[in-house]
Each structure stands twice: as C-alpha cells, then as structure tokens.
C-alpha cells in the first residue's frame, strides 16, 4: 500500500511583521525543513538578503 503524504510550500520572508505556518527568514533554514516534493518560495527581500544557501539533493536511483 502506497502512503500519500502533501507537499508543503515553504515561503522565505525576511520581514518580521510577516507571521504563519512554513515561513522561514533565510533561504538555508527553508532547505534545510524541506522534504521531497515541497516547494520554496523565495519573496521579495524587506531587509539586506537571504544569505548563501548550500542545496543538496539525493539522487532517488
């Protein structure tokens, strides 16, 4: 039996006044809650930028 799980979508928001669930205030810390399948929105940066950001992926075969 195959079991469904949901993609999240993960908003990168350096703005403190910005609030809620999967918002992250750097790129890095977004990648790193990420799992297969969820999505990264980076927006519009209020203040400086989002700093560097080390991607890693598994090759699945």
Same mark, same amino acid.
């Given at each position: 039996?195959? &079991?469904?799980?949901?993609? $999240? %979508? ?5 703005? =403190?006044? !910005? &609030?809620? /669930?999967? %918002? #992250?205030?750097? $790129?890095? /810390? $977004?990648?790193? /809650? /990420?799992?297969?399948?969820? &999505? %990264?929105?980076?927006? =519009? !940066?209020?203040? +400086?930028? #989002? +700093?560097?950001?080390? !991607?890693?992926?598994?090759? =699945? #075969?």
């Amino acid at each position: 039996m195959a &079991t469904l799980t949901k993609a $999240a %979508i993960l908003r990168v928001n350096n703005n =403190p006044n !910005v &609030t809620g /669930a999967n %918002i #992250y205030s750097n $790129a890095q /810390a $977004a990648h790193d /809650a /990420a799992t297969a399948g969820d &999505t %990264i929105h980076l927006e =519009p !940066v209020a203040f +400086g930028n #989002y +700093g560097d950001l080390n !991607v890693s992926k598994n090759n =699945p #075969y």
